[in-house]
């Protein structure tokens, strides 16, 4: 196995389709949000080595909205278990009143090289709403991996 390195503790937003709806969240091209209390920041965080996860879990994380999870134990939890589940869903840990949903994009050799993310507002992104684009999200990365290589 290669070695893995963990650049970043951010991730940053490569493409986006802006909501046509008047209250959106806004996410630029190139701008950073941190990996810890977003989703895609934590689909990211969840496909990387053990020892990757380690060694981000021994540096200090910010807590942003009371719903933050800056402890190590709980997070590393919370990756385990979107692994398991091939995907994430917060709430208000970044924002108070966004909420977010993202899955991996593997590449050919099996590596996570980004995810496909929505977010909003949560009062818009119900409870029933997650549970309905969770699917569409989860197929969206599926497709798009398998463009670009990736074998289950």
Not at 51 to 61: A, C, E, K, M, Y
């Amino acid at each position: 196995m290669k070695p893995r390195v963990l650049h970043f503790r951010f991730e940053s937003a490569l493409d986006k389709v802006d909501s046509p709806q008047p209250v959106r969240v806004a996410a630029r091209i190139g701008g950073r949000v941190p990996l810890h209390c977003t989703a895609n920041g934590k689909v990211l965080l969840a496909y990387q080595a053990d020892d990757v996860i380690d060694r981000f879990l021994q540096t200090p994380l910010t807590r942003y909205t009371t719903a933050t999870i800056v402890d190590p134990v709980a997070l590393r939890a919370e990756l385990i278990q979107i692994r398991g589940a091939g995907f994430c869903a917060e709430r208000g840990q970044y924002s108070p009143d966004t909420c977010g949903i993202a899955a991996a994009i593997f590449r050919f050799d099996g590596d996570v090289s980004a995810a496909i993310a929505i977010s909003g507002p949560s009062h818009r992104l119900t409870e029933d709403q997650v549970s309905a684009f969770v699917p569409l999200i989860v197929s969206a990365a599926g497709a798009i991996s398998s463009q670009l290589g990736y074998k289950t």
